[in-house]
């Protein structure tokens, strides 16, 4: 076999859109999510996809660092590829799922935990339209690329205060805090107030500090510390509680501010984003590794190559088609929340249920595909200064995130399934 010939999804497999001769190139393994992208989402996809030499080289110091080395956030910082959520009216994208989807998974290419913190900026930037338009304006209109990270991980009581709230507590698992300017943070009402409500409240990490206790095996890069506040005041409009996030589903559509971002739901199918970039990453080194001519060491009768053996070839060509299906998966989720997006349609129970069940088999495929790729790409690919070993302990942590855990989800598939 020609080593010329092996496929590479970030060079012969990129190619320009039939009919656009100016459009960027794209990736074809990616083309499910990008092939009725306008032009402006094209590039932003092109341009996450050029990024991915450069974050490469940064991604081992986010692994011991602990977090996204400054040149990594400046650039996607300069490519604006932190304004994926942002309104338009303050210069921002405002982009589908579609596009924010194939964005993180060319930007996890490069690293795993870029893309990551990028896609918890862009979800928790969805979430933030459901606050007041003078929430959102106090957000972007001084800084477009102003980022939200977000933590569920606690429940800390809002003490109601003349014109707001006081907040003292700790937060954990808040990807991205680190460089975040702002934090969505999981509220409940006083105790004895009925019914108690839970809610979030939106607040400057500058008001906040940061614990270290992010000590993982994998995605390290992301950063995800331990926030605590100690009698932080959120002024009233900045809180938002069930009852007035249910009338909020819909946010306001003014005039100026045609709405086009995805709603605050079924995504939790954006963090498959990178764990797609993840199984294509270490599937592009591997394969260069094989087409490098590798030998094949075994105590039986082999080739001298490892890539003439037609057991590699085979696991190849599995583990491809496991990523493909993956995107596949990934892809749906992505196309049903755009077009709930452009009716203004909420989606359904079991679309929610659904996008779920997709996000963790897509996960689970990656997984499968990686394991094969790393089967015929050798015990070296374990090096430490080899850079399969770390997107693979970043895919072992990452993919143990809730949103992929299928178990947690079937059962109430099933049932809806079944109407019961």
Not at 12 to 31: F, I, K, W, Y
């Amino acid at each position: 076999m020609d080593p010329s010939k092996v496929r590479n999804t970030t060079t012969a497999g990129s190619t320009a859109r039939p009919g656009q001769p100016d459009s960027p190139p794209v990736n074809d393994r990616l083309e499910a999510l990008t092939a009725d992208l306008p032009a402006e989402e094209l590039a932003l996809v092109s341009a996450a996809a050029a990024l991915v030499p450069g974050l490469s080289a940064n991604a081992a110091a986010a692994d011991a660092t602990g977090r996204l080395p400054d040149d990594a956030v400046a650039a996607l910082r300069k490519e604006g590829l932190f304004r994926l959520a942002t309104p338009r009216r303050y210069g921002g994208h405002e982009a589908g799922a579609c596009a924010a989807t194939a964005i993180a998974a060319e930007v996890a290419r490069g690293c795993p935990s870029a893309s990551w913190v990028l896609t918890v900026y862009y979800t928790a930037s969805i979430a933030l339209w459901l606050f007041p338009d003078r929430v959102r304006h106090r957000v972007w209109d001084e800084d477009p690329d102003a980022t939200v990270c977000g933590s569920s991980a606690g429940a800390v009581p809002a003490r109601a205060v003349d014109g707001g709230y006081l907040l003292s507590g700790r937060w954990g698992w808040a990807s991205g805090i680190h460089n975040a300017s702002w934090a969505i943070l999981s509220v409940v009402t006083e105790a004895g107030t009925s019914p108690q409500e839970s809610g979030f409240a939106l607040v400057p990490t500058s008001a906040l500090s940061i614990e270290d206790t992010w000590n993982m095996a994998g995605m390290r890069g992301t950063g995800s510390d331990t926030i605590i506040a100690d009698d932080v005041f959120v002024p009233e409009e900045q809180v938002i509680f069930a009852s007035r996030a249910a009338g909020a589903s819909r946010p306001v559509q003014e005039p100026s501010m045609p709405l086009s971002v995805p709603k605050p739901q079924g995504l939790m199918g954006a963090l498959a984003a990178p764990v797609l970039g993840m199984g294509m990453a270490i599937y592009d080194h591997v394969v260069a590794k094989l087409g490098a001519g590798r030998p094949l060491v075994s105590a039986g009768r082999s080739p001298a190559r490892a890539i003439d053996s037609p057991g590699v070839q085979a696991n190849i060509a599995e583990a491809a088609m496991l990523i493909d299906s993956a995107i596949l998966q990934a892809s749906r989720t992505a196309h049903a929340v755009d077009r709930a997006t452009r009716t203004g349609a909420r989606l359904s129970t079991l679309a929610i249920a659904r996008s779920r069940m997709d996000c963790g088999f897509a996960a689970r495929q990656i997984r499968q595909a990686v394991d094969k790729l790393l089967d015929v790409g050798g015990a070296g690919r374990f090096a430490e200064s080899d850079p399969a070993q770390r997107i693979w302990r970043d895919l072992g942590t990452a993919t143990r995130h809730p949103a992929f855990i299928t178990e947690l989800d079937r059962e109430q598939y099933a049932k809806l399934l079944l109407g019961i």
